[in-house]
């Protein structure tokens, strides 16, 4: 049977500066991507990036950056990327850099849709806890 | 040579649904291709914040109303995943049935919208025709034709009883006389075979490199079919993936066609091994933390994330559809073919832009 529950201490969190890295490093064992998730966590964001091997087994990467922080597009590496990081870009705001095709946040949204519709709206003293 | 830029939909004849490719070519031949897509998004995901989590079956059902029961298992199955819920052996059966009946009159309808799409009407009718009889077994047993809701989260809300299974089985037996009558004329028709084999290739190392799933990647050599992974009851019934290495658009027809075939022995299989029992069992919690899964539509693997937090409300719901997959591997099929050949190539992936928009 399929693991359904995710358990968040077998993800590799890493720093936004590595991501690159690691992704190439994944690419080379032949890992493809499979989707990204962004979860808006108070005043940052986690991304988990989801890839498949070979084996099918998944790889999950984690990382957290602060909401007006840039993050690099994984596209140039693994081009099928690019429609799911518009996705983000254009539903939550995160600022990804040097996307190999960039719709300019009008892949999904026209120009009189609500902007960045998947930030969460919350009353100033909530808090979702930090994700943990 | 002139280059010429110029849409290609989003309102096509051959287009079930509303995309667009801007297409470059030079004279006949295509040199670059962008899709575009944007043009139905209804924000389901933001949606299933705000429901309550039961109700966001109704909901993903509506995703797309050719996949809609394999959409609801899918969620079901995940948040049965993230509350540890064990759903009794009838149950799973009938969702095996549900789900490949369900593919069935998916890849029915696409193998009709594929004739239509060189020009062969009277094998598109065909096709469609023998789509109804599943469709007719779907509203026997759930009630509805497209959007079943008959998945619950803890098991199914319907049952085939005993008067209806023998129905069930006329109707398959009937199937399988129209799809053997059907099954040859796509393999080997010259008219079928000339506007298919060898157009839109796509190489195994980059169908698997691009994301691909589904048929599409399964025409392209890789094995790779979630009903392995293990779910409903799929790992007592023996699945194994079709699977075909010509890369090209009669490949990936020729999955389809076998997976017809492959689903109507599903459902027998199901119906002969399903076990007497209750159909659901009560739930009583809520989802807590974190949930992924991957389940088979007829399109290929969706990927379904969820978080709760112990409350009645997800906090976030993320559905990756095959198409969302499929999509970039259009940016290898269709450079260097002919223009005429882009309607076959395009629906080759069978695309499902109701999905992808979610």
């Given amino acids: 049977m399929q693991q359904v529950r995710v358990d968040r201490g077998a993800d590799a969190f890493i720093s936004p500066g590595a991501l690159l890295k690691e992704v190439e490093l994944l690419a080379s064992e032949g890992v493809r991507f499979t989707t990204m998730v962004c979860l808006d966590v108070d005043q940052e964001f986690e991304i988990i990036y989801l890839f498949q091997r070979l084996t099918l087994d998944m790889v999950r990467i984690r990382v957290r950056i602060s909401k007006d922080e840039e993050l690099p597009s994984i596209s140039s590496i693994l081009l099928d990327a690019v429609l799911m990081e518009n996705e983000i870009k254009e539903f939550f705001g995160v600022r990804i850099t040097n996307l190999a095709i960039d719709f300019q946040c009008r892949m999904l949204l026209s120009a009189k849709s609500p902007q960045t519709p998947l930030l969460k709206v919350r009353p100033q003293s909530q808090s979702l806890g930090g994700g943990e | 040579m002139a280059r010429v830029t110029f849409p290609f939909g989003p309102q096509h004849p051959v287009l079930p649904e509303a995309i667009q490719l801007q297409l470059t070519c030079e004279d006949e031949r295509v040199v670059e291709v962008l899709p575009v897509i944007g043009y139905m998004h209804r924000g389901i995901e933001k949606a299933a914040e705000a429901n309550l989590f039961p109700n966001n079956i109704f909901l993903c059902e509506r995703i797309c109303g050719i996949c809609s029961f394999i959409h609801a298992l899918c969620y079901c199955e995940l948040m049965e995943g ?4 064990e759903v009794p052996p009838r149950a799973k059966h009938l969702r095996v049935v549900w789900s490949e009946l369900s593919r069935i009159h998916s890849h029915m309808l696409w193998l009709g919208l594929l004739a239509d799409s060189f020009g062969f009407e009277s094998l598109f009718m065909q096709c469609w025709r023998a ?11 759930t009630g509805q034709r497209v959007i079943q809701s008959s998945c619950v989260i803890g098991g199914v809300r319907r049952d085939i009883n005993e008067d209806q299974e023998p129905d069930v089985r006329r109707k398959m037996d009937a199937f399988r006389k129209e799809i053997n009558a059907i099954y040859p004329v796509f393999a080997k028709d010259y008219t079928v075979k000339s506007r298919t084999v060898g157009k839109g290739i796509l190489p195994k190392e980059q169908a698997w490199s691009l994301g691909t799933v589904g048929p599409t990647l399964r025409g392209s050599g ?23 290495d010509g890369c090209d658009s009669y490949a990936r027809m020729m999955v389809r066609l076998h997976e017809v075939v492959q689903s109507l022995e599903l459902v027998i299989q199901a119906l002969d091994r399903m076990p007497k029992g209750d ?29 709760g937090n112990g409350t009645a409300y997800l906090e976030r719901l993320k559905i990756r559809t095959p198409t ?17 050949d ?7 992936i069978d695309p499902c832009i109701a999905c992808t928009e979610r």
């Fill in chain 2, 342 to 348: 882009v309607p076959v190539i395009t629906m080759s």
């Fill in chain 2, 279 to 307: 159909l659901a069992v009560t739930v009583k919690t809520f989802p807590e933390g974190e949930g992924l899964i991957r389940v088979e539509q007829p399109r290929g693997e969706l990927v379904e994330y969820a978080r």
């Fill in chain 2, 82 to 85: 993230m509350m540890d819920v």
């Fill in chain 2, 324 to 340: 969302f997959s499929n999509i970039p591997a259009l940016l290898v099929m269709l450079p260097g073919c002919e223009l005429a």
């Fill in chain 2, 222 to 244: 890789w094995d790779y079919d979630a009903r392995t992974l293990g779910y409903a009851v799929y790992d007592d019934l023996g699945f194994e993936p079709i699977v075909e």
């Fill in chain 2, 131 to 141: 789509r109804e009889i599943i469709l007719d077994t779907l509203e026997m047993t």
